[in-house]
C-alpha cells in the first residue's frame, strides 16, 4: 500500500466553526506532514511530526492544531479560521533517514488533499 | 539559506516533443537531493524523479531524465515524448540529506497540445 488518504476531500467552513482535517497512511513511515497549498502557489511546510512527536512548526497561527495519535495517522483540528486560510492542504509522509543515510532518500508521498474554503 | 528558482511560469509543447523546464538552485548544505514534482489540475502531488547530490550520473525514470549540472546549481527536469496528460504544474524542489523541510520552487505550468 503506497497509499496517503485525506478526508474529507472538500470543506467548507464559517469563521466560528470547529473542524478536523484527517490523514492516513499505511506505510509504515514515521514522518508526517502538513502542507498548505493556495491557488497557483507551490506547498508551504507547516508541521513535521517525527515518530509521532512534532519536530517542525513553521510558526503556523494557533488556530491550526496538529495532532499525531499514532504512527498512521495525522490530524489538524481547525478552529476560528480566516478567509484567507481558504487552500488545498496536503498531508505526506516518508520515512525518516538520517544525514548519512549513503543515497537513500525520504521520498515524500503526498495525499490527494483536502480542499478547505471559510466563509 | 536554501532557494529553489524556476523562471518559466508557463510552457508549450507540442504533443510526442521534448520539453525542458528549468531549475536552478542555492545551498551551503554539503549533501542535499533535488526532487521534481507533477501536480495535475486535482492538486495530488505526484513525485517523478529524485537526484542525490552525490551522484555521479543524471538520473531517469522513464520518460522523465534529469539533467543535472551541480557546478552551475542546475536540475533541468526534460521529457520525452509528450503526452496530452502530462498538462500539469510541475515543481522543483530541494531538501538536505536527513532533513524534513522540502524547499519548492513558484512552478512552471506545462501545456502539451495535440
Known amino acids: 500500500d503506497t497509499e496517503v488518504t485525506q478526508t474529507p476531500k472538500h470543506l467548507v467552513m464559517g469563521m466560528t466553526n470547529k473542524k478536523s482535517l484527517k490523514c492516513e497512511q499505511h506505510m509504515g513511515h514515521r514522518a508526517m506532514y502538513w502542507y498548505k497549498q493556495k491557488a497557483k502557489k507551490p506547498p508551504e511546510l507547516m508541521f513535521v511530526?517525527?515518530?509521532?512527536?512534532?519536530?517542525i512548526n513553521e510558526s503556523v497561527p494557533s488556530r491550526f492544531s496538529p495532532e499525531c495519535p499514532n504512527s498512521s495517522l495525522l490530524n489538524l483540528h481547525l478552529h476560528a479560521l480566516q478567509p484567507e486560510d481558504s487552500a488545498l492542504y496536503l498531508c505526506?509522509?516518508?520515512?525518516?533517514?538520517?544525514?548519512?543515510?549513503?543515497?537513500?532518500?525520504?521520498?515524500?508521498?503526498f495525499g490527494p488533499g483536502t480542499r478547505l474554503t471559510v466563509l | 539559506a536554501q532557494k529553489i528558482t524556476q523562471t518559466q511560469p508557463g510552457m508549450f509543447v507540442q504533443e510526442k516533443e521534448a520539453v525542458t523546464l528549468d531549475c536552478t538552485y542555492d545551498t551551503s548544505d554539503p549533501s542535499y537531493g533535488l526532487f521534481w514534482y507533477k501536480q495535475p489540475s486535482s492538486g495530488e502531488m505526484i513525485f517523478l524523479i529524485y537526484q542525490g547530490s552525490y551522484d555521479q550520473q543524471n538520473a531517469t525514470e522513464g520518460r522523465y531524465s534529469l539533467n543535472f549540472q551541480k557546478a552551475r546549481k542546475s536540475a533541468n527536469l526534460v521529457i520525452s515524448a509528450s503526452q496530452l496528460g502530462d498538462s500539469a504544474m510541475y515543481f522543483c524542489a530541494m531538501r538536505r540529506d536527513g532533513g524534513f523541510k522540502t524547499i519548492f520552487g513558484a512552478g512552471t505550468r506545462l501545456f502539451v497540445k495535440a
Open positions: 511530526y517525527s515518530y509521532e512527536k512534532l519536530s
Open positions: 505526506a509522509s516518508s520515512q525518516v533517514v538520517g544525514p548519512a543515510s549513503g543515497g537513500s532518500y525520504n521520498e515524500q508521498f
